[in-house]
T-cell receptor, first 117, second 114 residues
Framework: GAGVSQSPSNKVTEKGKDVELRCDPISGHTALYWYRQRLGQGLEFLIYFQGNSAPDKSGLPSDRFSAERTGESVSTLTIQRTQQEDSAVYLC???????????????FGPGTRLTVL | AQTVTQSQPEMSVQEAETVTLSCTYD???????LFWYKQPPSRQMILVIR??????QNATENRFSVNFQKAAKSFSLKISDSQLGDAAMYFC???????????FGKGITLSVRP
């Protein structure tokens, strides 16, 4: 079956512009996560959705970052007034819900590489 | 706060040999999960192996196995019979059941010499 898909694959933007990054999770995966990966670093958690609600937004670095999710489907991460420090790969992952949520595998998309000039 | 530490930024192994990647973590939780992910140049994160903290037996997946030392909060990955396709970045990650996010280490770049 289809895996997690993300678009665009690469995005180059000018400082100050707004960008939208899209994630399509695996069908039936109610849990969805956004992570950020700076060059040569590990992944940093941004936000977690269960269905269309976001019980954990603790990783969003500033109010320029927001995300929404339509039902148990597509999610969009929006970065307003982009800064050069926002340059990174943004990865989305999805997983099944359940009592063993801690152990459920997160399936990752290929990421969007964002470059802010 | 939970932290995951991978202190070796790079390692190299000869093809067909064995290599061990180190990871330590810090947590006050008693129930949690540990993971090793592989990230090749394609950027796709691939789950290599998973360990439940309540299990004493070390997880094994084909050529990949872990050495889980709960008291020492250590979780190393052993790759046996290394193959050229094993070359990638490897990330150690931690997760509790209550908090579904993954906390990652900084990763280690593994190169495999032919």
């Amino acid at each position: 079956g289809a895996g997690v898909s993300q678009s665009p694959s690469n995005k180059v933007t000018e400082k100050g512009k707004d960008v939208e990054l899209r994630c399509d999770p695996i069908s039936g995966h109610t849990a969805l996560y956004w992570y950020r990966q700076r060059l040569g670093q590990g992944l940093e958690f941004l936000i977690y959705f269960q269905g269309n609600s976001a019980p954990d937004k603790s990783g969003l670095p500033s109010d320029r970052f927001s995300a929404e999710r339509t039902g148990e489907s597509v999610s969009t991460l929006t970065i307003q007034r982009t800064q050069q420090e926002d340059s990174a790969v943004y990865l989305c992952a999805s997983s099944l819900p359940g009592l063993l949520a801690g152990g459920n595998e997160q399936f990752f998309g290929p990421g969007t590489r964002l470059t802010v000039l | 706060a939970q932290t995951v530490t991978q202190s070796q930024p790079e390692m190299s192994v000869q093809e067909a040999e064995t290599v061990t990647l180190s990871c330590t973590y810090d947590t006050s939780e008693s129930d949690y999960y540990l993971f090793w992910y592989k990230q090749p140049p394609s950027r796709q994160m691939i789950l290599v192996i998973r360990q439940e903290a309540y299990k004493q037996q070390n997880a094994t997946e084909n050529r990949f196995s872990v050495n889980f030392q709960k008291a020492a909060k250590s979780f190393s990955l052993k790759i046996s019979d290394s193959q050229l396709g094993d070359a990638a970045m490897y990330f150690c990650a931690y997760r509790t059941g209550a908090n579904s996010k993954l906390t990652f280490g900084k990763g280690i770049t593994l190169s495999v010499r032919p």
